[in-house]
Every structure is written in C-alpha cells, then in structure tokens.
C-alpha cells in the first residue's frame, strides 16, 4: 500500500475525507495495538465510561458512529444485551471487518452489527435510537456541526449523545507535557508500529483546528443538544461530553 503523505494541520473536506479514508486502511491491522500503547493502556477504560455515561438498560437500541474496530460498541454491547442492539456504523471497510471478526468471539458482543455508512448522513429514521456515541472520530469529520445534528436527529427524545474524544489539557504544565508527546512520541510509536510516522503525525496534528472543550459544547447546544456537560480524563488529555436530545 503506498505510503500517506505528510499530513498538513489543515484539509479541505475533500480533501480530508480521502485522506482519513487512506489513512484508516492502510493502519487498520495495527489499530488497536497502537491504541493502547498510545493511550499509555487507558482507551479501553475511557470506552467503558463512555458507555456507562449512556444510561442504558437491557433492550435498548444504540448507534455508534464512526466505530472503527467496534471497541466503543463492544462496551455498548454489554450494557443493552442479550435483547438490545448496537449498531457499529464506519465508512471504513477494513476497519468494519475487524470489527465484525471480534464480534463474534463473545456473547454480549453478538448483538452488534456493522455497516458501512456516512457519518454527515446517517441512513436512519428520526428517533430511531436510545444514544448514540461517537468515540475519537469527530476530529476526523469534515463538518462537525453536520455530524452532531445527525447524531441529535437520530435520538429518540431524551436519548443521549455521548463523544470521547482527544483534547488539550487546560492546566499548563500538561499541556507542556502533551506538546512533548503529539509532537515526538506520537510519529516515533507510528513508526515503530508501522514504519511510517505520516497517519499518526496526522492524529497529533488533527487536535490543532478541533473545537475546545467548551466550543463544543456551543456547538451541541447549537444542533439542539441540553443539559451538556463534559467530563475531563487523565488530566484532560481527552473529554467525554453529553447532551440530552
């Protein structure tokens, strides 16, 4: 597979919805490997507490865009089974596939289904799910606006919208400590991992034009989302926001 090429801070959205295609496919098989090397073990840990920021019970029907390798919908899985469903939505083939082979390796897991989707245009109903999660992926959308009113369109009234995502510490002596770590230590385990720093520059560099943490409230209070709040992790290196549809 030809190698990516060095990533820019900024994309346009043509631009960057083929290269996030490109980049995904060619670091699939390594993905969940890297993850938790690159989470320093926590990204597992973080799933499950987005998960349980749902409030789900037994039966209930979720979404979770963007899904990758499922790692977000397994935990899902294990809060609405045996009688519920998680479906696993990504644009990414190769992603889905590793995620619909590590389905069926456990019962809870069983309840998930993938497909192959847009996350700017979910093919679903109005109200048709009790939550929906969407875990560091909307760095990676064109339009974050465009993705977060899908997400609050799908949700049943009430429902939660719940994102786990990357973010900048607030206090400074971590966020010095983070510079450090997007700027050298992120490429070295990419390249280590895969031989190529480019996909994980990319990861690193992509946290430059996100919204804040409290942009992003603004911005779901602006698709119509309530009562959002968010939640720092490991000194703020990553978030949990929810909003109430």
């Known amino acids: 597979m030809p190698l990516l090429p060095k990533p820019h801070v900024s994309l346009y959205a043509s631009d960057k919805a083929q290269y996030i295609q490109a980049l995904f496919s060619q670091i699939a098989p390594r993905y969940d490997g890297i993850?938790?090397?690159?989470?320093?073990?926590r990204d597992l840990a973080w799933r499950r507490r987005a998960a349980a920021q749902c409030a789900l019970q037994p039966g209930r029907q979720v979404l979770d865009v963007a899904t990758g390798t499922g790692d977000l919908a397994f935990s899902l899985a294990c809060h609405v089974a045996p009688h519920g469903q998680v479906i696993g939505?990504?644009?990414?083939?190769?992603m889905l596939a590793i995620a619909r082979k590590k389905a069926g390796k456990r019962d809870p897991y069983r309840v998930c289904r993938f497909i192959q989707g847009d996350a700017l245009q979910l093919p679903f109903p109005d109200h048709a799910f009790h939550a929906?999660?969407?875990?560091?992926?909307?760095?990676?959308?064109?339009?974050?606006?465009?993705?977060?009113a899908q997400?609050?369109?799908?949700?049943?009234?009430?429902?939660r919208m719940v994102c786990l995502e990357l973010a900048r510490p607030e206090k400074r002596v971590w966020r010095q400590l983070h510079a450090v770590y997007l700027r050298l230590i992120i490429p070295g385990i990419g390249?280590?991992?895969?031989?190529?720093?480019?996909?994980?520059?990319?990861?690193?560099?992509s946290l430059t034009d996100f919204p804040g943490?409290?942009?992003?409230?603004?911005?779901?209070?602006?698709v119509g989302f309530k009562q959002v709040h968010y939640v720092n992790l490991l000194g703020g290196v990553a978030t949990i926001h929810v909003g109430i549809a």
């Open 89 to 94: 939505l990504d644009l990414n083939a190769e």
């Open 132 to 148: 929906v999660t969407i875990g560091f992926a909307l760095r990676n959308v064109t339009d974050i606006s465009t993705c977060l």
């Open 35 to 41: 993850n938790r090397v690159l989470s320093l073990g």
């Open 213 to 222: 943490r409290k942009q992003l409230v603004q911005l779901m209070l602006g």
């Open 151 to 159: 997400m609050y369109r799908v949700l049943k009234p009430d429902g």
């Open 191 to 205: 390249r280590l991992g895969h031989g190529v720093a480019a996909p994980y520059q990319y990861l690193a560099n």
